[in-house]
């Protein structure tokens, strides 16, 4: 212990002995806690009242006492160490006070012989600067302390939390009344064979239910296959899904068995289904009723045995409506439909997966930080439009920029404001503005504390481009014109100038009548 340390080189080095350091506890009451030179006894024996002896009375008055000789002063109580065991000369004992922001935190005495030549002063100088460093040394250990303590706290929060719920075992944290009638929905249906479709908006956690229903399902031992149809180029997503034959296209050097074939005997598990094209979900139909696909330039069916679990962030119901997704298709995939709901309607369970996040950050990045005085109440009462995905990146975030392993209010309020200015696309927790060219939250922002309004005004909202989503302006119809007209007729080309894809280009000019419905498209993309 580096207070020990210091206490026995006052001894050995310089003659100032049996130091000790004296402390008070919550009551005021004062007891030796760190010495050099005194028995156990002794120690237990130096036990002061508020104010009393000399060692009280430098810890009420913050000032210094020089006992030139302890025999002749009535303050001096020799309570700690009996006279008897000292020196048969005359002994001196001082006494400083430990200060912390000039506050006294406790007292560091010592006794020397009178008789020494060295000044008072010189030691009375010596015992301050050592006073000082003790000063710090205890503060460090009272933050060590409190951070321990409360990292100790959030752990057992934590395993409290995992123990609790069957269901943290296949990784979904929570207690929401919301997020268990989801949970008792998947585990119901998870034995046996239907079809499931799972809603919500992005970053709800999916994926997760889906693998919970494979786990808890016959076919657990058997594969699971996860692929997301928005994420993978329309005309390569037939083949990722169904595989090819050897030379059945250009590249094609050999067989490739699709995701619904490789997850045969298990589960393949299908992400923004509601992206799929029109064609595909035909033959994804096909799969549904008769178990059986065919490959790409294949011309005999291949049985097999998948359950599918597909989910979505769109509105099915409304594709289905405009003619974008196929109703039997719907209906197959609709068997039994599960909301995952968004994190502001999950009440309490921000705060066990915030400290989830915090577990898993600090181990990623090895760090040891945690949440200050309300930053859990602020992330609890913030609308997080990104949902899970969202406040996990916020968490780690955090982590990585706090500089002293805290996490301060101010910290998160910064971010926040951050992530309200993201207006790229419109995400759940958001709707149109009424002018419909901006976004605005679903829900008003929690109110900032008043010492914090000057720097936490948020920012104004920002123009959305909208092209990226299913939404069309009658006014649109020239832009797409020129547009095509420029890419001389190449609907990729002009997909490309206005920002989209290919397949919001066709969207647009069916909607906008510039394109019939079944029209066939031309191999180079001209219409």
Known sequence: MAINGILRLMSQMVGLNRGRVVLPDDSGHMSIQYAYGLTALERQRGQYAPGEGVTGRVMRTGQTAVIQNIDDEPLYLTRAVERTTLPQET?????????????????????RLRKRKRAFSRDVTLLRVLATFIAQILRMNALIEEKTARLADENRALKQALDDHTEGAHGILGDSPALKQALRQALHVAPTQATVLLSGESG?????????VHISSARCDGPFIAINCAAIPENLLESELFGHEKGSFTGAVALKKGVVELASGGTLFLDEIGDLAFDLQSKLLHVLEKQLIKRVGGVKDVPVDVRIIAATHKNLQKAVNEGRFRIDLFYRLNVFPIHLPPLRERSGDVRSLARHFLQAANQEFDRNTMFGAGVLERLEHYNWPGNIRQLENVVKRAVLVTQDGQIKLEDIILILRHEANIGEHLEAGMALSPSGGGV??????MPVPPEMRETTRPAPLQPVNLRGYNWVREDEAQELLDALKQARGNKTRAAMALGMTARQLRYRMVKLGLMDGGESEASNGKV
Do not use: Q, W
């Open 91 to 111: 002994v001196s004992f001082l006494a400083v006070p430990i200060l912390h922001d000039n506050v006294p935190m406790g007292v560091l005495g010592a006794h």
């Open 204 to 212: 709800t956690g999916k994926e997760r239910f889906a693998r919970m």
């Open 440 to 445: 605005a939250l679903a829900a008003p922002p």
